[in-house]
């Protein structure tokens, strides 16, 4: 085999897997068993590796501090394998709700959307907080090739046994590359958005 062949078959192996893992979100998907490392958590470790970039530094939530004021936009918790099998809440601001309660409407600029996330080992939540993902659309122009959106990530207080992975508190926000993997995930989707799962929406 060529190393082009190879490539090709290598890159064609690796959207599949992420094709696999963006819809798996349906429901009844079932979370991914603990030590099984889903695509979350590898990129998540790989992330670590990168080394440190603009937009890696550790410090308070800087887009979507007053993320308490937001709605939250599902009924109970969603099972996310797409996030890690993590129990997640999604909140959406004022900027944003009309448009993100919709399947169409273009989302405004200045619209954001936090996702909170719960800890699950072995299928039950530990009651330890896992990351804080946020999404936030720019002014055009910001990032053209991904419709404009920033993408972040925000995680406090890894457990123990999170350590090794990703080295202690973390906090990877465009332009940084370890939140690539945001929207090479995400850009398959509609207006960028995932969505609750119809049958968790609170709308
Ligand atoms: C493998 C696919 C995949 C990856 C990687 C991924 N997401 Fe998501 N994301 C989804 C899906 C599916 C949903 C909707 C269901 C859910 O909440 O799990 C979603 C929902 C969200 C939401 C709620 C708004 C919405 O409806 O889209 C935010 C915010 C979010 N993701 C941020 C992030 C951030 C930040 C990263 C990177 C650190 C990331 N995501 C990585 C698939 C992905």
């Known amino acids: 085999m060529t190393i082009r062949t190879s490539l090709s078959v290598f890159l064609a192996t690796a959207v599949a897997a992420l094709a696999a893992a963006c819809g798996s979100s349906g429901k009844g998907a079932a979370a991914p068993q603990s030590g099984k490392s889903d695509v979350m958590d590898k ?3 790989e992330g670590m590796a990168m080394g440190a970039d603009e937009g890696s530094t550790f410090g308070p939530l800087e887009v979507g ?10 009924r109970e918790p969603v099972t996310s394998p797409t996030h890690g099998g993590r129990l997640v ?3 959406v601001n004022d900027v944003g709700l009309a448009a993100y309660k919709t399947e169409d409407q273009p989302m405004p600029v200045g619209t954001v959307l936090v996702k909170t996330s719960m800890e699950v080992k072995d299928g039950t939540p530990t ?5 804080v993902f946020v999404m936030q ?3 055009a122009g910001f990032n053209p090739d991904h419709e404009d959106w920033y993408f972040a990530i925000r995680w406090e207080s890894p457990p123990e046994r999170w350590k090794a992975k990703v080295g202690g508190p973390f906090y990877w926000r465009s332009p940084s590359k370890k939140v690539d993997y945001c929207w090479q995930c995400h ?4 207006r960028f958005l995932g969505q609750v799962p119809a049958d968790k929406r609170a709308y």
Do not use: F, H, L, S
Not at 68 to 73: A, M
């Open 137 to 139: 659309k720019r002014e």
């Open 89 to 91: 809440d999604t909140y």
């Open 65 to 74: 501090a007053d993320w308490q004021t937001y709605t939250k936009v599902n």
């Open 127 to 131: 009651g330890e907080p896992g990351p």
């Open 43 to 45: 990129m998540m470790g």
């Open 187 to 190: 850009e398959n989707y509609d």
